[in-house]
Nanobody, 126 residues
Framework: QVQLVESGGGLVQAGGSLRLSCAAT????????MGWFRQAPGKEREFVAG????????RYADSVKGRFTISGDNAKTTVALQMDSLKPEDTAVYYC???????????????????WGQGTQVTVSS
């Protein structure tokens, strides 16, 4: 079992920045991927970014490339999502997710992620 606890999020104006964090506890050993997904009202949940435990592999959705950065800490159990140049279309509930395996490229299908955080709201005003 893996437990994920997210923090961060909130309300920001367009062009601003926010930082999300996700702490993982439990069976956090071996290879795995931690990622972020988001779900806007009336839309399906979509992949945002992912990072392997080693930090050597990352993957981003095209819509956030160059604006968002995913990173991990030295203990490999916390990941952060730095979101810069935010746009109103980035408004969504953001979820941290855990894929207990490593595929290259990092998988983007939510069905491959076995554990999920509770979600945190990000709202970008225009």
């Amino acid at each position: 079992q893996v437990q994920l606890v997210e923090s961060g999020g909130g309300l920001v104006q367009a062009g601003g920045s926010l930082r999300l964090s996700c702490a993982a506890t439990g069976r956090t050993f071996g290879v795995y991927v931690m990622g972020w997904f988001r779900q806007a009202p009336g839309k399906e949940r979509e992949f945002v970014a992912g990072i392997s435990r080693s930090g050597l592999s990352t993957r981003y959705a095209d819509s956030v490339k160059g604006r968002f950065t995913i990173s991990g800490d030295n203990a490999k159990t916390t990941v952060a999502l730095q979101m810069d140049s935010l746009k109103p279309e980035d408004t969504a509930v953001y979820y941290c997710a855990f894929d207990p395996s490593l595929w290259i490229p990092i998988r983007v299908d939510e069905s491959n992620y076995a554990y999920w955080g509770q979600g945190t709201q990000v709202t970008v005003s225009s």
